[in-house]
């Protein structure tokens, strides 16, 4: 990896040198993803499956190439289990509606937690709207990190799902999802991973983990943004009904009835983003060169060097400091509005996100107008924490 793969960091804000510090948000692209971006509207754009013409075959070959390429990245058994989706929202929202249209009734209880994306909250809920069904969310102890005693009370014989995020995109912990699932499964629940902030940053292998389906999105993994991944065992996704309708998740169509085509095709109506797919096999490829594990062993140094760095801030808070974490900390300052500080960073040509995250029940239980996020991403080094610290003071002596 080098720095000057992604020409982006070169970008002057504001006549000062970019420090790129909200990869939660979407991280920066390789050049190897826009050369695939542009090689496929260059020599090969041509819509998929339906052609019997050259180009349509070679944009065939490359989608279902890349489709592989995530199978054989997540660890899961077969290419059968990937479904393309537009991001992890919308694979959360397709699993929603197709899981809950087979089997969630009236009374029946669906588990989360309280530090989820809205992502991994609203389309359960709309859910449990839709077919009187009960939300329960997992809480917290003092040190933010899940009550696994307190999840375990929450199961019931009326629990059909939980999903729960890998990694909180708010703090960057990393909950303890084997021992969710080995407890799901000892009741016969599935569970769904929200793997969007833990496919960036450490080694997936759905196989392993044993969970039943997980998402992600591409963007927050060099890759393009309108892609994410639904993964599902196949014995599930092949029991479930499709969750939207349109060409190429057909079989036959007849007014009077319609028949559905075979995984994955089942679960992707209409024209897939075949280009995107491409351009994101282009961006695993380039991180499993530098190695997942290596990935997540420097960030983890660098998260570290980060948090005791800040530490040097008078009157910080920093949440779940110290948990075991992966390229994300939120913290406060004092009584100054995380907006101020972000808005001062801005002009100092630092990236880093305020507000709620699209968390807003864990902000709320935090009892805090939002936090300042710096999340960090394979490019980052100390070079940028050591930019960081004396902005974020300069911001704070500004604001004070
Ligand atoms: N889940 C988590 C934990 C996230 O951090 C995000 C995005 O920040 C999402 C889901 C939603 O991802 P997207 O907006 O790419 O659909």
């Known amino acids: 990896m080098n720095k000057s793969d992604f020409q ?20 920066q692209k390789p050049q190897a ?17 339906r052609g019997v013409h050259h180009l349509s075959q070679v944009a065939t070959q490359h989608h279902e190439a890349a489709r592989q390429r995530v199978a054989d990245f997540l ?15 919308d694979s959360i929202n ?63 014989p009326k629990t059909k799902l939980i999903s729960v995020a890998h990694v909180s995109n708010v703090l960057g912990i990393i909950n303890p999802v084997e021992d969710i699932i080995r407890i799901a499964h000892a009741h016969n629940i599935p569970v769904c991973i929200d793997g969007a902030q833990s496919a960036p940053h450490m080694p997936i292998n759905v196989q392993q983990l044993d969970c039943d389906f997980f998402v992600c999105s591409a963007h927050k993994m060099y890759g393009p943004t309108g892609l994410g991944i639904l993964y599902g065992k196949e014995q599930w996704l092949n029991n479930l009904p499709p969750a939207e309708g349109g060409g190429e998740m ?5 007014f009077e009835h319609t028949t559905y085509n075979t995984l994955p095709y089942k679960f992707e109506a209409g024209t897939p983003n075949f280009i995107g797919s491409h351009a994101f096999a ?12 290596a990935i997540h062993q420097t960030e983890t140094e660098l998260t570290a060097y980060a948090e005791k760095r800040l530490n040097e801030i008078p009157n910080i808070s920093i949440y779940a400091q110290g948990q075991p974490k992966t390229g994300v900390i939120s913290f406060n300052i004092g009584n100054i509005h995380p907006f101020d500080i972000g808005t001062i960073l801005d002009h100092m040509g630092i990236a880093v996100r305020t507000g709620h995250h699209c968390a807003e029940p864990l902000i709320d239980y935090l009892k805090v107008p939002g936090t300042i996020r710096l999340s960090l991403a394979l490019y980052n080094d100390k070079a940028d924490i050591d930019a960081f610290i004396p902005a974020l003071q300069r911001a704070v002596d500004i604001l004070s």
């Open 8 to 27: 982006i960091l070169n970008e002057q804000i504001y006549n000062r040198q970019l420090v790129y510090l909200d990869n939660a948000a979407t991280t």
């Open 33 to 49: 993803v826009l050369d695939a971006i542009i090689d496929g509207y260059t020599h090969w754009n041509a819509n998929i499956h």
């Open 75 to 89: 660890g899961a058994q077969s290419a059968n289990e990937i479904i393309f989706t537009k991001g992890a929202t």
């Open 94 to 156: 397709m699993l929603a509606f197709s899981f809950g249209e087979a089997n969630i009734h009236e009374g029946d209880e669906i588990i989360i937690s309280q530090l989820e994306h809205h992502s991994n909250i609203v389309p359960w809920q709309m859910l449990c709207e839709r077919k009187k069904a009960i939300l329960k969310v997992i809480s917290l102890k003092d040190d933010l990190t899940l009550d696994m005693t307190a999840f375990e009370t929450l199961i019931s």
């Open 250 to 254: 057909i079989e036959h169509v007849r």
């Open 282 to 293: 282009a961006a695993l490829d380039y991180i499993s060169q530098i190695g997942m594990s």
